[in-house]
C-alpha cells in the first residue's frame, strides 16, 4: 500500500498502476479448480493435458464402402462375394475370409483380416437368382493402385495414450473440448477466475427500467463493471448498490468481501461531502487522492478485512476508463487471457489536449487504419464512449499534436 499524499498531491498514471498491480498482487494469484468440460469454454489450463486412450479407440472405417483383403484385388476389376454387412455399432466382426467382402459403414469396426476400404461409389453390386450379392470393385477413379490401409483409421493413429492433447497455458476453444470429449476425458484442469464484488454508490442512482424522479439517474456503472469484469476473464461474484452512507456501507462490505478475491467500487472518493467510499476508506488507513489523468482523476485504493479494493471515480466515462487503464490487464493476465491491443497509429486530425494530465481521448479506427477522436473529454459523455473502439492515448507532457503524429492506441 502507498502512503497517502497530501491532499495537492497527484500521482502518476504510471505510479496508480504500480500501486494497483502491488496491492492486488496476492489477490490474484488464485490457483486452479477441476471443471466439467462443459463449463471449460474460455477457461485456461493449467498443466497438460495427456490422453488415456488411444484415439481413435479402434479400428475403423473412414468410408462407407467395402472391406476387403489386399491380396484379393486383382487388376482393375475385382468381383467379390459379399458376406455381411457391418454398421457403426458395438460389435465384434466375423472373420473375413479369402474371396469375401462386407459392406461397412463410416465409423464401423473393420476386420481384423482386411486391410483396404473400397468407397461405394467405385462398386457396383450384383444380385444372382439364390439371392446371392457380388461386389464389383472398380479401379480407383483417381488412377493407380489402392495401397494397403486405404480407408482404414487404425487405433491410435491419431493419439497414443499418453500423447500431450492439450499443452499449459491453453484458452479452451470449442476444438480443444472436442478433443477431450473424444479421449473420454470429463473434467480439466484450469485457473480459477478471479471474483470480482461491484459496489456502485449515490443516492442519486437508479436501476434502469425504474422511473427517475428529479435528481436521479440510472446507474450505468453496475452493468458496465459486470461486463467489463466478465470480460477480462474473471466473475462477477456480487453486484450492488449503496447509498451515501458509510454504515452502510461498512455493513454491505461485510456482507460480501467473503466471496470476492477483489472489490470495485464507483464513485463516493471526491473531495465533497457525503463520499461514502473516502470516508469508509480513509480511517482503514487507505489512499485517496488523485491521479494526472483525464477522465478519471479521482482514484482510491484500500483493503476491508483482508480484501483489496480499488475505488474508481463515479462518472460513467471515468469508471469505465479507469477499469481499462488499471485493472482489466491485470485480472486478464490472471485468467491467463491475452491483453487488449495496443499500438502507435496516426492521427486523422489535428487534436488539443489538457496540461500535466495524460489524456484518454475516445476515438474511432479508420479504414486505413488512422484514429480520430469521436466524443469531447466529459466524462460523463456515454454515448460518445459507446460510439468508440479505441482509446487515443496524449501524453502527459504533450498539449498539441497535428494530423499524421503517431499516438499510442488502444483497442477497446
Known sequence: MTTTPSPASRKTVDEHVVDVAALLADALDTGSESVPIDDAAGRVTVSAVRS???L????????????????DLTGDETRLRVVGEIAARPIEPAALDVGTSVRIMTGAVVPPQADIIVPVEETDVETVADGTETVVLHAPRSGGERPVGLFVRERGSDVHAGDELLPAGLRLASRHLA???????????????????????GAELVEPGETPTLGQTFDSNGTALAAAVTAAGAEVAARVRVEDDAAALRTLLDRIHGDADVVLTSGGISMGNHEVVRDTLGPLGG???????????PQALGVYEGVPIIAFPGNPVSTQLSFEVFVAPLLRRSAGLPQAVRGPAALAVDVRSVPAKRQFLRGRRLDDGRVEP?????????????ASDVLIVVPEDVLELPAGATVEAWTL
Open 52 to 54: 488415456p486412450v488411444d
Open 56 to 71: 481413435p479407440l479402434f479400428r475403423n472405417s473412414q468410408m462407407d464402402g467395402f472391406a476387403v483383403r489386399s491380396a
Open 374 to 386: 469521436v466524443a469531447g473529454p466529459g466524462s460523463h459523455l456515454v454515448a460518445g464512449l459507446a
Open 179 to 201: 478433443v477431450l470429449a473424444a479421449a473420454g476425458i470429463t473434467t480439466v484442469e484450469v485457473r480459477r477466475r478471479p471474483r470480482v464484488a461491484i459496489v456502485t454508490t
Open 287 to 297: 489512499w485517496i487522492g488523485s491521479v494526472a489523468m483525464q477522465p478519471g482523476g
